[in-house]
Structure formats: structure tokens, C-alpha cells
């Protein structure tokens, strides 16, 4: 098992990311904040693939909801990717510096 926020679980180079069946420690990409993604495996072990304000999908910074740690940069906040209706918070409180 690994962690999605902080990698731990991972060796070096891989990050954390979340299937529909569980978690997996995979090749991680070279997208960093910001960078357009079509799924996880486009962004760096630090960022996850979401949805940003335009609608277009970007590697964003990933934080804990809960304790907001990694802190976000300026003009940024930690939040939720949750899913699902009614909504289901994310493993390991996963969030999204947006």
C-alpha cells in the first residue's frame, strides 16, 4: 500500500496514484503544476490530475484536507477530490492545490 498524498510506500521515481480496485505505486510523468494532463500518470509523484476552475485538466500541487499539509502557494487552497454522488472523500484525504 502506499499513500497518495505523500508517496510514502513508493521507491524513488514512482508515485502514488488511485484505480477504481485500490492504489499502485506506477512510473510517474513529468507534469508539474499546472501542465496539462489526461490522467495521473502525465503529472510528477507531487501533483494529481484534476479538473481546474476552466474545466480543462491540469497536474495541481496534492495537499491533505485534513491537516492541509503540503501548505498551498499563494492564491491556492487545499481542496477535496471527492467523488461520486453523494460525494465520498478521496483515500488518504487526497486534495488539490486550486
Avoid: H, M, R, Y
Wanted: with cysteine.
Amino acid at each position: 500500500t502506499c499513500n497518495l498524498v505523500t508517496n510514502v510506500g513508493c521507491a524513488t521515481g514512482l508515485g502514488c496514484i488511485t484505480f477504481a480496485t485500490g492504489k499502485a505505486c506506477i512510473k510517474v510523468g513529468l507534469g508539474g503544476a499546472g501542465v496539462l494532463c489526461t490522467s495521473s500518470e502525465d503529472c510528477t509523484s507531487t501533483t494529481v490530475c484534476v479538473n481546474d476552475a476552466s474545466g480543462k485538466k491540469t497536474c495541481a500541487q496534492k495537499c491533505n484536507t485534513a491537516s492541509g499539509l503540503p501548505k498551498c502557494g499563494v492564491g491556492k487552497a487545499c481542496q477535496s477530490l471527492s467523488t461520486g454522488n453523494p460525494p465520498k472523500t478521496a483515500p488518504d484525504d487526497l486534495g488539490g492545490c486550486l
